[in-house]
Each structure stands twice: as structure tokens, then as C-alpha cells.
């Protein structure tokens, strides 16, 4: 009796290990994941209008067992899930695509096409792996849902609208997103990498992403003949000398310590060979990483805008700024704690520590909100296509191309094996 007892005891202790297996139950469940991927992947809404993604996320996370709010700060979901004392967590992911018509030749590709404000048409595509982003989130909380006995705390998923447009998180933090609900301690997100290989992840704590200011500046002219240059004001010789001086502020103005960018994007002016017109207008993206340095920029600009314009008494210049967001930065802290996680649930060698890059992310924003964050990179090429194209003297397909696409199957294993790690750290018992 007692030996039967102690081996149903073993079994059901055994069989307890094995449903609470990330890896496992990823495996058991990944057939529903990738279905659901494919219908992220095929229904791409742009931002602002992701009024179908953001039902769907909210079906899948009150289905797992969440108690989810919507329309938050525009098409925002926000799920919690209380499980006793403890710290609170919040994990996000994003959900709007791109304006890009799909070019992969995969069988499951997006066919969306839309009217542009202009009258044109595109195809729409989640060319930035959100796709892989809300599959990933929804396994993380089917599998925590059903484990609460893993962790404790307070566990908060947000859905976060307008990535692309770096308005989501501004906007949700603004309809009360820390007041309505409980204020995280702590704030993690994962994006995809189209270099580096699925199976693998990349982190670094500090300075990972960038200062990113959309910059308009119209310099002003007086219209003429072609012929008759000297009874005008030419507001595209303007531009060009001011595209020149621009260049000047990284190169001599700027600390060659401190990361700098400004490039100009666009140029656009005149109508005919032979009219000057009235106006040059131009636009540029401008990238830091420090605050002081955000700011000696874009001063810079406008008084280098402006000093063309004196220079040739002209009108001053328009110069307008739109479509800001800070840089982002990994808290040391976590950013230590979670780099263990990894290395523990991958193995060091598929844990990189990666550079920082000049791209921008606005769940920055959330860190300057005063909540500790980490956002890290998760591989989403196999190394067989990594292969090919270094074999071909070829780079891989950057996140945005109309022909890049994630290895989903072990970007989505390694993807919530190593979410629902951390999560089990930061929250354990």
C-alpha cells in the first residue's frame, strides 16, 4: 500500500513538472499559436485604425482568463490578472502595421490593400514582426493563466496601439493608463530582429534605442522667371545651402562622444524648368540619445534655417517639429536580472549583447513615466537563411522590407520560453 501510494504520488508530482514545462506546453499548443499568427499576419490594420487586431487581442486575453479593458487612449487594450501579493508586471506588445505591400511569395501573405489620404492605394503589411509581437503575448498569457501557481503578483498585458506612429503609448499613458489601473514596477517588451537568428536573443542595459524627431522646415522665397534670377528670391538654392549647413551641426557642434543624426529625408520645390517659386520645403529625421543632445539639435536647425534665410533676406523659415519620442533606456537593474534569465533558459551562446541602434520605439515612454523597463531582441531568421545570404554576398531583409519574414515557429518557442521565464523570475514565490 504505501508503495502504491508513494508511486501515485511520484506520477502526479511528475506529471505537475510536465504541465508546467514552458517548452513543453508551447510544443502541445503551438499548432493554435501559429493559426492565430497567420490571422494577425493576414488581417494587418495601419495605425490608428487597428479596430479588429484590438478585438481580437481582447477575445484572446478574456478567453485566457484575464480581466481586460478596451479603447483605451484610442484602440488600446489593458488585461490584468490578480494572483495574490506580489509585484506588478506589465508586459506589452504592439499591434498596427505598416503601409508596405507585401512581396514575401508566402503562402499565408497579406492581400490588404487600403486608400491613402492622397487617393492612392497600398498594400498593408505587419512588415515590423507586431504579428510575432501579440502571438508571442497571447501564449505568455494562456500559459501564465493556466500556472498561476508558478508566480504571484499582479500581471498587466497591454496591447498598445500606434507604434509605427509613436503616438500608441503617449496616448494611452494619457487616458490614465498608470492611474486607472495598477502602476507597474517594472515594464518588459520583446521586438524581433530581421538579422539576427531565430532561436537566439539580444539585450543590453542602458542607451538601446534613439531620441527620434520628425523635423519640417519650409524655407521661404519670392517667385520669378527663370531668367530673370536676380529680381527673385530662389527658395530651392535656399534649401541646398541649407541641406550643406545642416551637415555641420553632428560634425562640429555635437561631442564626438554623443551619437548624433540628421538627415534630410525629402526635398520638394518649384513647378517648371523655368519658375522659381515661392517655396522649398523639406523634411528630416533628427536622432540622439541624450536629452541635452535632443535638444542642441533641434536648436541647432532652426538657427541654421534661419541664418540661410537672413543671409539672402529672405522671409523666415517655417520650422515645425512632429512625431517625437524619446529615446529608450534598459534599466541596469533588470536589465541584469532578466540577462540571467536568458542565459539560463537559452544557454549562453544564443545570448547576445547587442549594440544600441539609432531606431526609434515609444515604450520609452513608460521608462519616462518613472517605471523601470527592458525591451530585448529576439532572432527571427533561421540560420539556414542566414547562411544563404552570406553565401550570396547578401544582407538580410531589414524589418520594414516588403520581403521580410520571421522563421515563426522557433521565434515564437523562443519567444515565450524566455517571456514566461522572466515573468516567473520577476514574480516568483
Not at 21 to 34: G, K, M, P, Q, R
Amino acid at each position: 500500500m504505501k508503495t502504491t501510494c508513494a508511486l501515485l504520488l511520484f506520477c502526479l508530482t511528475h506529471s505537475v513538472v510536465f504541465a508546467q514545462n514552458v517548452n513543453d506546453w508551447t510544443e502541445a499548443n503551438l499548432d493554435s499559436l501559429v493559426q492565430l499568427y497567420f490571422h494577425f499576419h493576414q488581417h494587418p490594420e495601419l495605425s490608428y485604425e487597428e479596430k479588429e487586431t484590438s478585438a481580437r487581442i481582447a477575445l484572446e486575453w478574456k478567453t485566457a482568463g484575464f480581466e481586460v479593458t478596451s479603447n483605451v487612449g484610442g484602440f488600446g487594450v489593458v488585461a490584468l490578472l490578480r494572483n495574490g501579493d506580489g509585484p506588478t508586471v506589465m508586459l506589452r506588445t504592439d499591434l498596427d502595421a505598416l503601409p508596405v505591400t507585401e512581396n514575401t511569395g508566402r503562402e499565408y501573405a497579406s492581400t490588404v490593400v487600403v486608400n491613402n489620404s492622397d487617393g492612392s492605394r497600398t498594400g498593408v503589411m505587419h512588415a515590423c514582426g507586431h504579428d510575432i509581437h501579440m502571438t508571442n503575448l497571447v501564449g505568455v498569457a494562456r500559459y501564465l493563466a493556466s500556472h498561476r501557481d508558478r508566480w504571484q503578483g499582479t500581471l498587466i498585458l497591454i496591447g498598445q496601439p500606434a507604434e509605427e506612429r509613436v503616438g500608441g503609448a503617449r496616448a494611452m499613458l494619457k487616458d490614465g493608463l498608470f492611474e486607472r489601473f495598477p502602476r507597474p514596477d517594472m515594464a518588459i517588451a520583446l521586438h524581433v530582429a530581421g538579422d539576427m537568428q531565430a532561436g537566439k536573443v539580444g539585450y543590453r542595459s542602458g542607451y538601446a534605442l534613439a531620441n527620434v524627431d520628425s523635423v519640417d522646415i519650409t524655407m521661404k522665397g519670392r517667385g520669378g522667371h527663370g531668367s530673370a534670377p536676380h529680381t527673385t528670391i530662389d527658395p530651392v538654392l535656399l534649401a541646398a545651402e541649407l541641406v550643406v549647413s545642416l551637415q555641420t551641426i553632428v560634425s562640429r557642434e555635437i561631442k564626438p562622444l554623443e551619437p548624433a543624426v540628421v538627415t534630410v529625408g525629402s526635398i520638394h520645390g518649384g513647378t517648371k524648368h523655368n519658375i522659381i517659386g515661392d517655396e522649398c520645403k523639406l523634411q528630416l529625421t533628427v536622432r540622439s540619445y541624450a536629452d541635452d543632445v535632443r535638444k542642441q539639435l533641434l536648436e541647432a536647425i532652426e538657427r541654421k534655417a534661419r541664418a540661410v534665410a537672413m543671409g539672402s533676406r529672405a522671409p523666415a523659415p517655417i520650422v515645425t517639429v512632429s512625431e517625437g519620442t524619446p529615446s529608450l533606456y534598459n534599466d541596469d537593474d533588470l536589465a541584469a536580472r532578466v540577462g540571467s534569465v536568458l542565459e539560463r533558459t537559452l544557454g549562453k551562446k544564443n545570448v547576445e549583447h547587442v549594440e544600441p541602434v539609432m531606431g526609434a520605439e515609444d515604450f520609452s515612454l513608460y521608462g519616462k513615466a518613472g517605471v523601470p523597463i527592458l525591451m530585448y531582441r529576439l532572432g527571427s531568421v533561421s540560420e539556414r537563411r542566414l547562411e544563404q545570404y552570406k553565401a550570396t554576398g547578401r544582407t538580410p531583409p531589414s524589418l520594414h522590407s516588403p520581403i521580410y519574414y520571421p522563421d515563426y515557429e522557433l521565434t515564437l518557442r523562443t519567444g515565450i520560453a524566455t517571456m514566461v521565464e522572466t515573468v516567473l523570475e520577476l514574480m516568483k514565490k
